[in-house]
């Protein structure tokens, strides 16, 4: 952590500690039961502080208040010294008509218990399904009362999903995908037809993670293990006033699990697996001052073998010995790819040294040292029309490395038995591919919060550092190589953020603040383009010694000795001014309106096609990559001497906008809910890393959204049936999307570049439902399903970097001046399933004095949609239907659980990503084949 970054939290700590110095109020909060109040037997809130409050009468409350709180009829109160700070969590006992409901709860705006406890006084005299709180509006609110559409998953549900990050959430969620970037441990989120699959480091994805409060700004990292969280919730459609930065998709909200007061208590989870998988799990919960601090702790580790294969056989030399090239082995070595290496520490620290102060100090450790993802090559066959009518030509095959799809002889079954036998070079040379993809991650965060007597303050601050080396092989080849490359960076994050959020005794309230961020970023990557180094057989060439055989054509016969290397450095800077008011029309009817003001601004400087010299390299892989251009020019040189660069670039750029928020919604008051809105959302622009040339490193240009949502949500039968509808329509401008071109690089070798633009205006528009059926008191079922229709209203790109003139059809054509720049209306957007369906169930089987049995079974199913943005053959995410379940015994004082589970129960084999990389190969990822194990979890 910098000593300016201490500097910052040292004097935002001692700012709120004289702060809450100031005395103490009393405070009486008041419940609308929803029943009549006679009907309510008592009550009691165990407060953090390990004290109690009685839910009292009106005429208590008269006899007991101190001020000037209001006692109307109809209404219950809670007594306490002063109003609990938001997100504070409580336990309630309350007795309805003789029966009993308990459980946990989180204080919402300006600590109030009031929307918690008639939430659980409604849920008591219903009986029925559990009330959910929801932090969608950064306040604790009943989820069937937030006029947004969220879903909200438990730790229960999480638990019984087995999953090990936050990839096996998306089917609990309608119009929601999770999958990885091709080639990355980094995670492509979908909502609503917008998101981002793409591992560029200087782009922001379009859909925010936010984890307590600290928003994740990058794909790589956001693959989270969803272990001692309280819930995490899904919001779907553009959030562009309260989390507002980089937000035109929606929002991942995780919330982890905070300290309690005088509580000694922990959870440990020990799994084991096929793929030789092996995962431990800790939380201990100490106190160490009574009511005053107490402190969390938080560990995991998860390994497992993986399910590729490192035996994929050359086509150009099928029985290589070790001799071709470079001394390594041409065909794999068997051993096995894609594992998993992760140890996670988290340590929480929570202080409330009075009633209305608190302090949450976090601690977060990540050290990744998982294999490098596997490719698989995918290259379709040359010569046949694709689905636009041009002729496919792919590099790959001339050369002697065709797709699985062409050397997997035997049907569709066969096939797929090839597809998790792929290819990974291990070449050293820098690249260190042995070691895997290493990411490591330490984190500081400070949330403090001020609670007064109709306000509460919150200050939160966060300091993460994220290291990463990313060695691959693109190809799907074993042979070294044809195109191997490292990534490697450092980011440094920073963010404040002060929130107000009111709490008036009338019809209106607000929640204002104001947010800055930096990202910081050095990025270098090294990379050999090893496909020029093979020989063509133009008839007859001698493969293995094509030097001087005119029947051999080369393109680069040097291609493997001398890599490419680039430098960048980003440094961004926001500055996001929100606010939003709610105002009571009428009991039943209230508006929303709310505005945000956000503003960016991005230096960007990049170094392309330095050549490096043999000491250099040298002394590059002798560090493990860990060295800046800078460390590596061992002449004395200037390291941004031009003379050392095919180009550089200097460039700066800025973007602001203001988003707004409208909403109206209406309680029925029978359990019925439904509201109106209007969000916009808004996404920077920025430089892409992968820029080439001057003009393609020019900064692209904001994206916005404009989206209209009518939703539902309703309770009914009892309270054992809930329901919650939407339907959207969502306008999308300036989309921003990369597409991979042909180029000719700094050495005339042909080569790729990804490229960034603005190209195209989308509109998607569509319907969700979810339905929670409690069918008994012990069976349980949940449904979800989602229509999507998504299309460019237009799209406007350069297909081959102005080097032809072919045409898509009539999707593409030329425009006056014969380019093949023009409007395409054919191609599909990605991130867009038109339907999704899912139900999971849950079967709980008491055995008496013996605990409890509990079977829970799911099954999702999606069909085929887009990945890449050309739409490209054999890059289409698959059709699949997965199936999971599990068997889970209880013991009587539910302090052990021992389960047997299986996820994808009928080994669906199924793509989730791919890259068709501009003519030249393409190469794709699949999902996880069938897992199955056992879990035991213990609860102290």
């Not at 969220?150 to 959430?169: M, N």
């Not at 109206?664 to 920025?686: R, V």
């Amino acid at each position: 952590m910098t000593s300016k970054t201490s500097r910052i939290l040292s004097a935002a700590g001692l700012a709120f500690g004289l702060m809450a110095a100031q005395p103490a109020l009393a405070h009486m909060t008041a419940i609308d039961p929803g029943v009549a109040p006679d009907d309510v037997q008592g009550g009691t809130v165990t407060l953090p502080n390990g004290q109690q409050a009685d839910v009292i009468s009106r005429e208590q409350c008269e006899a007991q208040k101190t001020g000037d709180e209001s006692c109307n009829d109809g209404e219950l109160f809670v007594r306490t010294a002063a109003p609990l700070a938001a997100g504070s969590q409580v336990s309630y006992s309350v007795v309805v008509n003789g029966q009993t409901r308990t459980g946990t709860a989180t204080a919402g705006s300006g600590g109030s218990l009031a929307g918690v406890l008639s939430a659980a006084i409604g849920a008591a005299s219903r009986a029925g399904l559990e009330t959910i709180m929801s932090t969608a509006t950064r306040q604790a609110t009943d989820l069937q009362s937030t006029p947004i559409a969220t879903t909200a998953v438990s730790a229960e549900a999480i638990e019984k999903r087995f999953v090990d990050d936050i990839r096996g959430l998306a089917d609990l969620v309608p119009n929601v995908t999770i999958e990885n970037i091709t080639g990355f441990n980094a995670a492509s989120i979908g909502i609503r037809g917008t998101g981002t699959n793409d591992i560029i480091t200087t782009i922001d994805s379009a859909v925010g993670v936010v984890v307590d409060e600290m928003a994740l700004v990058h794909t790589q990292g956001q693959l989270l293990d969803p272990f001692d969280v309280e819930n995490v919730e899904i919001l779907r459609g553009p959030q562009g006033t309260l989390f507002g930065k980089n937000t035109t998709g929606g929002v991942v909200l995780i919330r982890t699990k905070r300290p309690v007061h005088n509580e000694y208590n922990g959870h440990v989870q020990l799994r084991a697996g096929n793929h030789s998988t092996l995962e431990g799990r800790v939380a201990v919960n100490v106190p160490l001052l009574e009511d005053k601090l107490s402190m969390r702790f938080v560990g995991t580790y998860q390994y497992d073998a993986g399910q590729y294969t490192n035996d994929k056989v050359s086509q150009v030399y099928p029985n290589a010995d070790g001799q071709t090239p470079l001394g390594l082995p041409v065909n794999g070595d068997g051993r096995s790819l894609d594992g998993t290496d992760v140890f996670y520490g988290r340590a929480k620290v929570l202080f409330t040294p009075s009633d209305n102060y608190e302090a949450l100090l976090t601690f977060e450790l990540l050290r990744d040292r998982s294999d490098t993802p596997p490719a698989i090559n995918e290259t379709p066959l040359d010569g046949q029309l694709d689905k636009f009518g041009i002729p496919r030509e792919f590099l790959f095959n001339p050369i002697g490395f065709p797709g699985f799809q062409q050397t997997c002889p035997g049907g569709e079954k066969a096939k797929q038995s090839c597809i998790f036998s792929t290819g990974v070079s291990f070449r050293d040379d820098g690249l260190r591919m042995e070691r895997g993809h290493r990411m490591e991650v330490e984190g500081i965060y400070l949330d403090q919060e001020l609670d007064l007597e109709n306000m509460t303050i919150e200050l939160f601050l966060g300091y993460r550092h994220q290291k990463e080396r990313l060695p691959s092989t693109y190809t799907g080849e074993a042979f070294p190589s044809l195109f191997d490359a490292t990534r490697n960076l450092e980011r440094r994050q920073f963010q404040a953020e002060l929130r107000f959020t009111s709490n008036f005794d009338g019809p209106f309230d607000f929640i204002a603040g104001a947010a800055y961020f930096t990202n910081d970023n050095d990025w270098r990557a090294m990379s050999y383009v090893g496909f020029t180094n093979v020989p063509i057989n133009l008839g007859g060439c001698n493969i293995v010694d094509p030097v001087g055989d005119p029947n051999c054509f080369v393109i680069n016969g040097a291609a493997n000795e001398r890599p490419n290397f680039a430098q960048l450095t980003q440094d961004a800077e926001a500055i996001g001014i929100y606010f939003e008011g709610y105002y009571q029309i009428t009991d039943a009817l209230r508006l929303t309106f709310g505005a945000r003001y956000s503003y960016e601004k991005k230096t960007f400087f990049k170094g392309n096609g330095a050549s490096l010299t043999l000491d250099e390299v040298e002394l590059f892989r002798s560090t493990g990559g860990d060295r800046t251009l800078g460390d590596m020019l061992l002449e004395g040189v200037d390291p941004m001497n031009p003379g050392r660069f095919n180009f550089f670039v200097d460039n700066r750029d800025s973007w602001d906008n203001v988003t707004f928020k409208g909403v109206l919604d209406y309680d029925f008051g029978d359990g019925s809910f439904a509201y109106f809105s209007f969000n916009q959302g808004f996404k920077s622009g920025s430089f892409a890393e992968t820029c080439t040339s001057i003009g393609t490193c020019e900064a692209f240009d904001e994206e916005s959204a404009d989206s209209y949502e009518l939703g539902y949500k309703g309770d009914f039968f009892d309270n054992t049936v809930r329901v919650n509808f939407a339907a959207f329509y969502t306008k999308i401008n300036d989309v921003v999307r990369s597409q991979v071109v042909r180029i000719i690089n700094q050495f005339g070798d042909p080569d790729q570049e990804t490229q960034f633009r603005n190209i195209a205006g989308q509109e998607n528009y569509g319907l969700e439902l979810e339905i929670t059926w409690l069918v008994t008191e012990n069976f349980r079922a949940n449904f979800n399903g989602s229509y999507l229709h998504s299309r460019y209203t237009e799209f406007f790109t350069d297909v081959d970097g102005g080097a032809g003139s072919e045409t898509m059809n009539e999707c593409l054509n030329l425009d006056e001046a014969g380019n093949d720049d023009a409007s395409c209306l054919g191609i599909r957007p990605n991130f867009a399933p038109t339907w999704q369906f899912g139900a999971d169930f849950t079967w709980d089987i008491p055995l008496g004095n013996s605990g409890m049995m509990v079977w829970n079974g799911s099954i999702h199913w999606m069909p085929e949609y887009e990945y890449s943005v050309f739409n490209s053959d054999f890059t289409q995410v698959q059709e699949r239907t997965l199936i999971n379940m599990s068997l889970t015994w209880i013991d009587p004082q539910d302090r052990f659980q021992v389960s047997v589970f299986v996820k994808n129960l009928l080994n669906e084999t199924y793509r989730v990503s791919a890259n068709s990389v501009a003519g030249l190969w393409n190469f794709s990822q699949y999902g996880q084949d069938r897992r199955w194990g056992g879990e035991l979890n213990f609860r102290f």
